[in-house]
Protein backbone atom coordinates (compact mmCIF):
# COMPACT_ATOMS: atom_id res chain seq x y z
CA UNK A 1 0.00 0.00 0.00
CA UNK A 2 1.30 3.64 -1.06
CA UNK A 3 0.23 6.91 0.55
CA UNK A 4 -0.64 10.15 -1.85
CA UNK A 5 2.16 11.66 0.10
CA UNK A 6 5.20 11.63 -1.57
CA UNK A 7 7.63 11.57 1.47
CA UNK A 8 5.60 8.82 3.23
CA UNK A 9 6.65 6.23 0.32
CA UNK A 10 10.37 7.15 -0.01
CA UNK A 11 12.84 4.31 0.61
CA UNK A 12 14.04 4.19 4.49
CA UNK A 13 11.12 6.49 5.84
CA UNK A 14 10.34 5.35 9.23
CA UNK A 15 6.33 6.67 9.09
CA UNK A 16 4.76 5.24 5.57
CA UNK A 17 1.20 4.52 5.73
CA UNK A 18 1.82 0.94 7.48
CA UNK A 19 2.82 2.48 10.17
CA UNK A 20 0.79 5.83 11.53
CA UNK A 21 2.29 6.42 14.62
CA UNK A 22 0.59 8.39 17.58
CA UNK A 23 1.85 11.49 19.39
CA UNK A 24 1.34 14.90 20.67
CA UNK A 25 2.49 18.30 18.75
CA UNK A 26 2.23 21.84 19.05
CA UNK A 27 3.13 24.36 16.25
CA UNK A 28 3.56 28.15 16.57
CA UNK A 29 0.14 28.46 18.59
CA UNK A 30 1.57 26.67 21.02
CA UNK A 31 -1.71 24.31 22.10
CA UNK A 32 -0.38 20.70 22.17
CA UNK A 33 -2.99 18.22 20.05
CA UNK A 34 -2.44 15.03 19.17
CA UNK A 35 -1.45 13.88 15.54
CA UNK A 36 -0.29 11.10 13.39
CA UNK A 37 3.46 11.12 11.72
CA UNK A 38 3.16 10.14 7.96
CA UNK A 39 6.45 10.67 5.85
CA UNK A 40 7.74 13.79 6.82
CA UNK A 41 4.30 15.67 7.91
CA UNK A 42 1.65 15.37 11.13
CA UNK A 43 -2.05 14.76 10.40
CA UNK A 44 -3.92 17.30 13.18
CA UNK A 45 -6.20 15.02 14.35
CA UNK A 46 -7.88 17.68 16.30
CA UNK A 47 -8.70 19.69 13.06
CA UNK A 48 -9.98 16.11 11.33
CA UNK A 49 -12.14 15.59 14.40
CA UNK A 50 -13.55 19.27 13.87
CA UNK A 51 -14.21 18.43 10.36
CA UNK A 52 -16.07 15.26 10.81
CA UNK A 53 -13.06 13.38 9.09
CA UNK A 54 -12.70 10.69 12.21
CA UNK A 55 -14.90 10.38 15.49
CA UNK A 56 -12.67 10.35 19.09
CA UNK A 57 -15.13 11.86 21.14
CA UNK A 58 -13.25 14.80 21.62
CA UNK A 59 -9.76 13.09 22.80
CA UNK A 60 -7.49 14.21 19.71
CA UNK A 61 -7.81 17.64 20.90
CA UNK A 62 -6.42 16.91 24.32
CA UNK A 63 -2.25 17.57 25.58
CA UNK A 64 -2.21 13.54 25.61
CA UNK A 65 -3.20 10.52 24.40
CA UNK A 66 -4.61 8.72 27.43
CA UNK A 67 -8.31 9.74 26.45
CA UNK A 68 -7.86 8.34 23.12
CA UNK A 69 -5.92 4.87 24.63
CA UNK A 70 -8.82 4.69 26.84
CA UNK A 71 -11.64 4.10 24.37
CA UNK A 72 -10.51 0.58 23.80
CA UNK A 73 -8.96 -1.76 21.32
CA UNK A 74 -11.97 -1.51 19.03
CA UNK A 75 -11.74 2.35 18.60
CA UNK A 76 -8.07 2.16 18.12
CA UNK A 77 -8.82 -0.27 14.30
CA UNK A 78 -11.81 1.94 13.85
CA UNK A 79 -9.26 5.16 13.40
CA UNK A 80 -6.39 3.23 12.20
CA UNK A 81 -8.49 1.93 9.63
CA UNK A 82 -9.78 5.22 8.69
CA UNK A 83 -6.62 6.83 8.71
CA UNK A 84 -5.52 4.03 6.27
CA UNK A 85 -8.05 4.72 4.34
CA UNK A 86 -7.93 8.39 4.08
CA UNK A 87 -4.21 8.60 3.45
CA UNK A 88 -3.96 6.05 1.01
CA UNK A 89 -3.59 6.96 -2.81
CA UNK A 90 -7.07 7.84 -4.31
CA UNK A 91 -7.86 8.98 -0.02
CA UNK A 92 -8.21 12.68 0.90
CA UNK A 93 -5.73 15.21 -0.13
CA UNK A 94 -7.35 17.98 1.70
CA UNK A 95 -5.98 16.28 4.81
CA UNK A 96 -4.69 18.92 7.49
CA UNK A 97 -1.13 18.37 7.31
CA UNK A 98 2.13 20.08 9.66
CA UNK A 99 5.77 19.84 8.62
CA UNK A 100 7.30 17.73 11.10
CA UNK A 101 10.17 19.98 10.95
CA UNK A 102 8.00 22.98 12.14
CA UNK A 103 6.35 21.36 14.93
CA UNK A 104 6.89 20.22 18.72
CA UNK A 105 6.75 17.66 20.01
CA UNK A 106 5.56 16.63 23.85
CA UNK A 107 5.60 13.80 26.06
CA UNK A 108 2.71 11.42 24.44
CA UNK A 109 0.95 10.28 27.22
CA UNK A 110 0.87 11.52 30.98
CA UNK A 111 2.31 8.57 32.80
CA UNK A 112 0.48 7.08 34.80
CA UNK A 113 3.15 4.78 36.54
CA UNK A 114 6.29 3.44 35.44
CA UNK A 115 7.98 -0.29 35.95
CA UNK A 116 11.34 -1.15 34.38
CA UNK A 117 12.03 -4.76 34.21
CA UNK A 118 15.16 -6.98 33.65
CA UNK A 119 14.09 -9.15 30.98
CA UNK A 120 17.39 -9.50 28.57
CA UNK A 121 19.62 -12.62 29.28
CA UNK A 122 22.69 -11.60 28.44
CA UNK A 123 22.22 -8.15 30.01
CA UNK A 124 21.13 -9.70 32.99
CA UNK A 125 24.05 -12.23 33.39
CA UNK A 126 26.91 -9.61 32.08
CA UNK A 127 25.55 -7.59 35.20
CA UNK A 128 25.53 -10.38 37.73
CA UNK A 129 29.52 -10.91 36.77
CA UNK A 130 30.29 -7.40 37.20
CA UNK A 131 28.27 -7.61 40.62
CA UNK A 132 28.03 -10.90 41.93
CA UNK A 133 30.89 -12.85 39.92
CA UNK A 134 29.94 -15.53 37.31
CA UNK A 135 28.79 -18.38 39.59
CA UNK A 136 25.89 -15.78 41.39
CA UNK A 137 25.30 -13.66 38.10
CA UNK A 138 21.75 -14.87 37.14
CA UNK A 139 19.62 -15.06 40.64
CA UNK A 140 17.41 -18.21 40.51
CA UNK A 141 14.24 -17.09 40.07
CA UNK A 142 15.19 -15.27 37.15
CA UNK A 143 14.41 -17.84 34.23
CA UNK A 144 10.67 -18.35 36.24
CA UNK A 145 9.49 -14.91 36.10
CA UNK A 146 10.01 -10.86 34.92
CA UNK A 147 11.98 -9.16 37.51
CA UNK A 148 11.77 -5.65 37.91
CA UNK A 149 11.07 -2.47 39.78
CA UNK A 150 9.08 0.51 39.89
CA UNK A 151 10.38 3.47 38.79
CA UNK A 152 9.32 7.31 38.74
CA UNK A 153 6.37 8.46 36.73
CA UNK A 154 7.25 12.10 36.93
CA UNK A 155 10.80 11.90 35.33
CA UNK A 156 10.05 10.14 32.31
CA UNK A 157 10.71 13.05 29.70
CA UNK A 158 10.23 13.00 25.70
CA UNK A 159 13.01 12.92 23.54
CA UNK A 160 15.73 15.98 23.33
CA UNK A 161 14.75 16.94 26.82
CA UNK A 162 18.52 17.13 28.38
CA UNK A 163 19.44 15.19 31.55
CA UNK A 164 21.57 16.15 34.50
CA UNK A 165 24.37 14.41 35.99
CA UNK A 166 22.19 13.19 39.05
CA UNK A 167 24.32 14.18 42.79
CA UNK A 168 24.41 10.86 45.06
CA UNK A 169 26.32 8.51 47.89
CA UNK A 170 29.23 6.99 46.32
CA UNK A 171 30.87 4.26 48.12
CA UNK A 172 34.56 5.09 49.33
CA UNK A 173 37.20 3.34 51.56
CA UNK A 174 36.14 5.49 54.54
CA UNK A 175 31.93 5.16 54.09
CA UNK A 176 30.07 7.21 51.44
CA UNK A 177 30.64 10.78 50.22
CA UNK A 178 28.50 13.29 48.59
CA UNK A 179 29.40 13.73 44.92
CA UNK A 180 28.24 14.00 40.76
CA UNK A 181 27.58 10.66 39.72
CA UNK A 182 30.87 9.39 37.96
CA UNK A 183 29.62 6.49 36.51
CA UNK A 184 26.30 7.78 34.17
CA UNK A 185 25.06 5.26 32.00
CA UNK A 186 22.33 5.24 29.08
CA UNK A 187 19.36 1.86 29.07
CA UNK A 188 18.44 0.83 25.27
CA UNK A 189 14.95 -0.52 25.96
CA UNK A 190 11.76 -0.66 24.73
CA UNK A 191 8.58 0.79 26.75
CA UNK A 192 5.30 -0.70 26.20
CA UNK A 193 2.51 1.57 26.64
CA UNK A 194 -0.88 -0.15 28.29
CA UNK A 195 -4.40 0.73 27.27
CA UNK A 196 -6.64 -0.54 29.80
CA UNK A 197 -7.32 -0.99 33.32
CA UNK A 198 -7.58 -3.90 35.91
CA UNK A 199 -9.47 -3.44 38.95
CA UNK A 200 -7.74 -4.28 42.32
CA UNK A 201 -7.17 -7.57 43.52
CA UNK A 202 -7.69 -8.54 39.31
CA UNK A 203 -5.20 -10.65 37.78
CA UNK A 204 -4.60 -10.64 33.91
CA UNK A 205 -4.10 -13.29 31.39
CA UNK A 206 -0.44 -13.21 29.08
CA UNK A 207 -3.61 -13.30 26.61
CA UNK A 208 -5.15 -10.24 27.90
CA UNK A 209 -2.12 -8.67 28.39
CA UNK A 210 -1.50 -8.87 25.02
CA UNK A 211 -5.20 -6.99 24.31
CA UNK A 212 -4.17 -4.15 26.73
CA UNK A 213 -1.15 -2.94 25.38
CA UNK A 214 -1.67 0.06 23.02
CA UNK A 215 2.04 0.31 21.43
CA UNK A 216 5.46 0.82 22.29
CA UNK A 217 8.46 3.55 22.21
CA UNK A 218 11.84 3.62 22.97
CA UNK A 219 13.03 3.93 25.95
CA UNK A 220 16.49 4.98 27.69
CA UNK A 221 16.62 4.02 31.27
CA UNK A 222 19.47 6.71 32.17
CA UNK A 223 21.29 4.83 35.05
CA UNK A 224 23.84 6.20 37.94
CA UNK A 225 25.60 3.12 38.48
CA UNK A 226 28.23 4.49 41.19
CA UNK A 227 24.92 5.46 43.25
CA UNK A 228 22.91 2.05 42.67
CA UNK A 229 26.42 -0.31 43.22
CA UNK A 230 26.03 1.45 46.79
CA UNK A 231 21.90 1.55 47.27
CA UNK A 232 20.48 -1.31 45.52
CA UNK A 233 21.20 -4.42 48.56
CA UNK A 234 19.05 -4.95 50.22
CA UNK A 235 15.75 -3.30 47.96
CA UNK A 236 17.50 -2.68 44.32
CA UNK A 237 17.51 0.59 42.22
CA UNK A 238 16.00 3.92 43.62
CA UNK A 239 17.65 7.15 43.00
CA UNK A 240 20.14 5.65 40.66
CA UNK A 241 17.18 5.39 38.23
CA UNK A 242 15.59 8.41 39.23
CA UNK A 243 16.99 11.03 37.60
CA UNK A 244 15.18 10.63 33.93
CA UNK A 245 14.11 8.36 31.43
CA UNK A 246 13.65 9.55 27.74
CA UNK A 247 11.14 7.93 25.71
CA UNK A 248 10.50 8.47 21.95
CA UNK A 249 7.89 11.08 20.82
CA UNK A 250 5.97 8.55 18.47
CA UNK A 251 3.82 5.67 19.95
CA UNK A 252 3.87 2.18 17.49
CA UNK A 253 0.45 0.65 17.65
CA UNK A 254 1.13 -3.06 17.90
CA UNK A 255 -1.07 -3.21 14.98
CA UNK A 256 1.63 -1.87 13.05
CA UNK A 257 4.56 -4.06 14.66
CA UNK A 258 1.78 -7.73 13.90
CA UNK A 259 3.69 -8.77 10.61
CA UNK A 260 6.44 -8.29 12.38
CA UNK A 261 6.18 -11.14 15.52
CA UNK A 262 8.48 -13.47 16.14
CA UNK A 263 10.00 -15.90 19.25
CA UNK A 264 12.27 -14.25 21.84
CA UNK A 265 15.11 -16.51 23.48
CA UNK A 266 15.12 -19.95 23.94
CA UNK A 267 13.13 -20.71 27.34
CA UNK A 268 15.84 -22.11 30.21
CA UNK A 269 13.39 -23.92 32.19
CA UNK A 270 9.15 -24.35 31.38
CA UNK A 271 7.05 -21.15 32.56
CA UNK A 272 4.59 -21.42 35.43
CA UNK A 273 1.29 -21.67 33.61
CA UNK A 274 0.27 -18.34 34.25
CA UNK A 275 2.86 -16.52 32.07
CA UNK A 276 2.58 -19.30 29.29
CA UNK A 277 1.63 -17.49 25.86
CA UNK A 278 -0.59 -18.69 23.29
CA UNK A 279 1.37 -16.85 20.54
CA UNK A 280 5.08 -15.67 20.07
CA UNK A 281 5.10 -12.07 21.77
CA UNK A 282 8.33 -10.76 20.43
CA UNK A 283 8.90 -8.50 17.17
CA UNK A 284 11.78 -8.55 14.85
CA UNK A 285 12.90 -5.39 15.82
CA UNK A 286 16.54 -3.95 15.06
CA UNK A 287 17.61 -1.66 17.84
CA UNK A 288 20.51 0.03 18.76
CA UNK A 289 22.08 3.34 20.04
CA UNK A 290 24.66 5.74 18.84
CA UNK A 291 26.75 8.55 21.12
CA UNK A 292 27.75 11.89 19.76
CA UNK A 293 26.69 10.71 16.36
CA UNK A 294 28.99 6.98 16.45
CA UNK A 295 26.84 4.10 16.15
CA UNK A 296 27.81 1.88 19.20
CA UNK A 297 25.59 -1.13 19.27
CA UNK A 298 23.40 -3.32 17.41
CA UNK A 299 21.09 -5.99 18.19
CA UNK A 300 17.54 -7.32 17.77
CA UNK A 301 14.52 -6.99 20.81
CA UNK A 302 14.00 -10.87 19.81
CA UNK A 303 16.84 -11.56 22.25
CA UNK A 304 14.21 -11.22 24.78
CA UNK A 305 13.63 -13.61 27.78
CA UNK A 306 10.07 -12.28 28.71
CA UNK A 307 7.49 -10.46 26.63
CA UNK A 308 5.87 -7.11 27.78
CA UNK A 309 2.68 -9.08 28.33
CA UNK A 310 4.57 -11.41 29.88
CA UNK A 311 5.51 -8.31 32.13
CA UNK A 312 2.24 -7.12 32.51
CA UNK A 313 0.66 -10.65 32.97
CA UNK A 314 3.33 -10.86 35.97
CA UNK A 315 2.82 -7.16 37.27
CA UNK A 316 -1.02 -7.83 37.93
CA UNK A 317 -0.35 -11.32 39.25
CA UNK A 318 -0.36 -10.32 42.85
CA UNK A 319 -3.79 -7.98 42.16
CA UNK A 320 -1.94 -4.97 41.76
CA UNK A 321 -4.09 -2.58 39.17
CA UNK A 322 -3.10 -0.98 36.07
CA UNK A 323 -4.03 1.98 34.58
CA UNK A 324 -4.34 3.27 30.65
CA UNK A 325 -0.83 5.14 30.14
CA UNK A 326 1.25 2.69 32.78
CA UNK A 327 4.65 2.36 31.18
CA UNK A 328 6.20 -0.43 31.14
CA UNK A 329 10.15 -0.82 30.05
CA UNK A 330 11.56 -4.07 28.73
CA UNK A 331 14.86 -3.99 30.49
CA UNK A 332 18.39 -3.57 29.00
CA UNK A 333 18.20 -4.80 25.47
CA UNK A 334 21.58 -6.41 24.83
CA UNK A 335 22.79 -9.45 22.03
CA UNK A 336 25.50 -12.03 23.18
CA UNK A 337 28.86 -9.71 21.64
CA UNK A 338 30.21 -6.31 23.04
CA UNK A 339 28.98 -4.56 19.64
CA UNK A 340 25.07 -5.62 20.72
CA UNK A 341 25.23 -4.54 24.07
CA UNK A 342 22.83 -1.96 25.29
CA UNK A 343 24.90 -0.32 28.04
CA UNK A 344 28.46 1.20 28.09
CA UNK A 345 28.66 -0.59 31.97
CA UNK A 346 28.56 -4.13 29.77
CA UNK A 347 30.42 -2.52 27.17
CA UNK A 348 33.30 -1.60 28.95
CA UNK A 349 32.49 -4.37 31.48
CA UNK A 350 32.57 -1.96 34.21
CA UNK A 351 34.81 0.43 33.07
CA UNK A 352 37.54 -1.29 32.72
CA UNK A 353 37.79 -1.18 28.76
CA UNK A 354 37.26 1.86 27.66
CA UNK A 355 35.27 2.54 23.91
CA UNK A 356 36.52 5.23 21.63
CA UNK A 357 33.90 7.79 20.48
CA UNK A 358 34.82 10.41 17.71
CA UNK A 359 38.61 9.83 19.00
CA UNK A 360 37.95 10.42 22.75
CA UNK A 361 37.54 7.56 24.98
CA UNK A 362 34.72 6.45 27.15
CA UNK A 363 33.98 4.48 29.95
CA UNK A 364 31.02 6.47 30.63
CA UNK A 365 29.14 9.41 30.16
CA UNK A 366 30.56 12.57 29.63
CA UNK A 367 28.84 16.13 30.51
CA UNK A 368 27.79 17.24 26.73
CA UNK A 369 27.41 13.66 25.51
CA UNK A 370 24.40 12.36 23.15
CA UNK A 371 23.17 9.56 23.47
CA UNK A 372 20.38 8.37 20.28
CA UNK A 373 18.47 5.58 20.40
CA UNK A 374 16.97 3.77 17.04
CA UNK A 375 14.51 1.00 15.97
CA UNK A 376 13.36 -0.16 13.05
CA UNK A 377 11.56 -3.12 11.42
CA UNK A 378 12.06 -4.09 8.27
CA UNK A 379 9.14 -4.94 6.01
CA UNK A 380 8.80 -5.95 1.66
CA UNK A 381 9.25 -2.40 0.36
CA UNK A 382 8.43 -0.10 3.86
CA UNK A 383 10.14 0.46 7.32
CA UNK A 384 8.30 0.36 10.91
CA UNK A 385 10.71 3.04 12.43
CA UNK A 386 10.08 4.95 15.93
CA UNK A 387 11.75 8.22 14.93
CA UNK A 388 14.26 9.91 17.86
CA UNK A 389 15.24 9.07 21.02
CA UNK A 390 18.00 11.24 22.34
CA UNK A 391 19.26 12.95 25.36
CA UNK A 392 22.45 15.34 25.93
CA UNK A 393 23.70 15.18 29.39
CA UNK A 394 23.97 18.90 31.46
CA UNK A 395 26.56 19.31 34.50
CA UNK A 396 25.59 18.09 37.95
CA UNK A 397 24.28 21.09 40.36
CA UNK A 398 26.79 20.43 43.17
Not at 204 to 227: C, P
Not at 237 to 262: D, H, N
Request: charged fraction near 20%; hydrophobic fraction near 40%.
Amino acid sequence: MRSWLASANEEGCDFPIQNLPYGVFSTGDGVPRCGVAIGDRIVDLAVCEARGLINAEGAFGLPQLNGFIAQGRAKWDEIRARLTELLAEGGDESLPLVAMAEARLHLPIRVSEFTDFYASKNHAFNVGVLFRGPENALPAQWTHMPIGYNGRASSVVVSGTPIRRPMGQLKAEEGPVWSPCRRLDLELELGAIVGGDSELGERVSVAEAERMIFGYVLLNDWSARDVQAWEYQPLGPFQAKALGTTISPWIVTQAALEPFRCEGAERVNPLLPYLQEDQPGFYDLTVGWSLNGQRMAQTNYNVMYYSSAQQLAHHTSSGCPMRVGDLLGSGTISGPERDQTGALLEMTGGGKTPVTVNGEERRFLEDGDEVGLFAHAEGQGYRIGFGPCTGRILPAKE
